[in-house]
């Protein structure tokens, strides 16, 4: 299994142009999220979702948008790049079990809006 | 408002000694408790983790405590290795919504 993978892993916008973060899981998880993590800081849940067809906002989705077309796919769409933005990017999934949402990483992807 | 605070931004041990890190929580409704381990340029990874009926799951070196009436838990690390050496997240279970993250305490074990 490749487990969740994510492309790119880097990439640099402009203020204003738009961009899609790919994630792709091949663990057949329900549960897919999409976190930030800022110089210094935690992880910021931005949307998550339970399946294909239902998504969720976070704690920070102004500015991005996801879609959940299929079990293994989660796209996250950045519209209007704003250096604000400028984070590192993690996709996740995972399955519900009774030791706790046990969570898979991405690698990451690093943006960088100038 | 952080329902799952790590307040150390940083920790460092000598190689050999134990790490402890800690992380204390608002939620008294959190049902699991997770570890990540976070090294540079990567993704985190799973630890280890424990469920709110418990008070103690241990797994090799790394052994996590839960003190329920404090709103407390611990990772402990023995021995530490330079391997070690990365951000750990502490992370909490809500029940039918994501977990919620700490802000991490970089460990340093030191050679």
């Known amino acids: 299994n490749a487990g969740v993978t994510q492309t790119p892993k880097f990439r640099i916008l402009k203020i204003g142009q738009s961009m899609t973060l790919q994630c792709a899981q091949d663990?057949?998880?329900?549960?897919m999220y999409w976190y930030r993590q800022d110089p210094g800081m935690g992880l910021k849940l931005i949307y998550y979702s339970v399946g294909a067809g239902i998504t969720d906002k976070g704690e920070v989705p102004n500015g991005y948008n996801v879609s959940r077309s299929t079990t293994e796919d989660f796209p996250l769409r950045l519209e209007l790049a704003a250096p604000s933005q400028t984070s590192v990017y993690f996709c996740a999934s995972s399955y519900r079990r009774e030791t706790g949402n046990e969570q898979f990483f991405g690698p990451g992807t690093r943006l960088t809006v100038l | 408002d952080q329902q799952v605070k790590q307040n150390s931004p940083s920790l460092s041990v000598q190689e050999g000694r134990i790490s402890i890190l800690n992380c204390d929580y608002t939620?008294?409704?959190?049902?699991?408790f997770l570890w990540y381990k976070k090294y540079p340029a990567e993704g985190p990874t799973f630890l280890i983790s424990?469920?709110?009926?418990?008070d103690k799951n241990e797994d090799g070196r790394f052994t996590v405590f839960l003190n329920k009436s404090a709103k407390h838990l611990s990772l402990h690390i023995v021995p530490s290795q330079p391997g070690d050496s990365a951000v750990y997240f502490c992370a909490a279970n809500p029940g039918n919504t994501p977990l919620v993250f700490g802000k991490g305490t970089r460990l340093s074990v030191i050679a």
């Open positions: 424990i469920s709110s009926i418990k």
């Open positions: 939620n008294s409704m959190f049902d699991y």
């Open positions: 663990m057949n998880h329900n549960y």
